[in-house]
């Protein structure tokens, strides 16, 4: 039918080109067209053998057509079977060919006899070209060695965010493969001229998936199998990976923490909480997003989750994404000593090792050691430091109810520093001493003699005194 209708066209067409031609008469064309094919095919081969096969596109004079640029088809007479090139689709030739194609391993059969292999043009039937091949049956029993199949993708142990996939991956160029998960097969492909291979899987509802790529040859035997993928699917949402504390798992109370998570990329939001201290994260690189949070300031096992959520508004919340464990910080503070005076005391005290950004410190005190309400702040610690190297601060005029105290570190701004640890709570009992008990402050030398029911007191003069001396009983 083809034939016939292309022949009323050209003769048709013809009437009218020949009108034409009588009246302008142009110079003959000296272009030559495609003729046949030559196919080259190796002779005898075995039942399942893949075989080279070339292709060469002849004028009549047998010159090579290096601008053929049409599109073939392959076909095998009594084998529907046969794994021939670009079944499908045909294969067009590129002007990279000049005329000429080799298929590396592209053709096979799956039963003997002899076989007739054409090649035909998509578009004119009388381009052809025949080979013939006799096919037999192997008696080699020797060990076939496997092909090596490789999926790229997806990753063993990956998480895919959706319910699809695409499985990529490479093997023997132009052979059948089929797809397997979970044990069953749910797809067939063919790879390509360089062996890779691509194939969709969707609609999956399993969130545990296990994937394999078979390799078959022409009597669909499986001559490769791929390793086995795991991969996880998840319910939609954004990819957690990892969560990393640069401080490391096991931090003191009030800590300042530099966190980094590991996660989908580009993605809108990304959160995480410990205890009361929640941080927003930006992505500083591909698929890492950094942010702080600050270490409870009680002591224990905290979790830390994280909240990711995408441009889709999907969101996936790790609830444990890490765990920490708190301690203590250790007191700094040493040989507190208390010195009573009437209604003032005299502090003194030393520091294992000065924080860097330590200034000055903070004295709270009051009635009862669960409510201290009232404070006094030192001058900076230079100041009240003595020879000792000790440090020295006084409080005045104190209810002698108050008896609970602690020290506190302060930085310039008169913050408390959060990982410089306050003292202790200790007890001052500054109840007076008996009425007959004399007490005596802000002088030295104090000397004390007694005789004949006569107490005679001395002391070092006192260059500061200006008014004299009083003395209480």
Known sequence: MKKILASLLIGSFGFSFLSAFAATTPAPTTITKADHFEVSIKSPVRVGEATDMVIKVLDKAGAIKTDYDGTIYVTVDNDSKATVPYADDGYTFKSADQGTITFSKGLSFTKEGKMKVTVIDAENDNLEGVASVTVTTSSDTTTVTKETVTITSPDNNSEIPGDSVNVTGATKKNSKIQIWLNGKQVGESQTSEDGTFIHELTNLDQEQNVLQVKLLDGTDTNI????????????????????????????????????????????????????????????????????????????????????????????????????????????????????????????????????????KFKFQYGTDSGALTKESITFEKEKILTKSGSFSWYLQDLDPQTKYFRILGLDKAGKELSKMRASDIFEVDLSLAAASSCMVSNISGLQVTAGDGTTILSWDSAPDATSGYNVYK
Do not use: C, H, M
């Open 224 to 359: 490769g199998e791929s390793a086995k993928i795991s991969f996880k699917i998840s319910a939609g949402g954004p990819i957690f990976n990892t969560l990393t504390i640069k401080e490391g798992k096991k931090v003191t109370t009030g800590t300042l923490l530099n966190v980094e998570i590991s996660a989908e990329a580009k993605l809108k939001e990304v959160t995480a909480t410990l205890g009361e201290s929640t941080g927003t994260f930006t992505e500083t690189t591909d698929g890492v997003y950094n942010g702080t949070l600050t270490a409870p300031s009680a002591t224990g096992s905290f979790q830390i989750s994280v909240s990711l959520t995408n441009d889709l508004g999907k969101i996936t919340i790790k609830e444990v994404a890490e765990t920490i464990e708190t301690t203590e910080l250790p007191s700094l503070f040493k040989n507190i000593k208390s010195e009573v005076i009437a209604k003032k005391v005299i502090f003194t005290f030393g520091l294992e090792t000065e924080p860097a950004d330590l200034a």
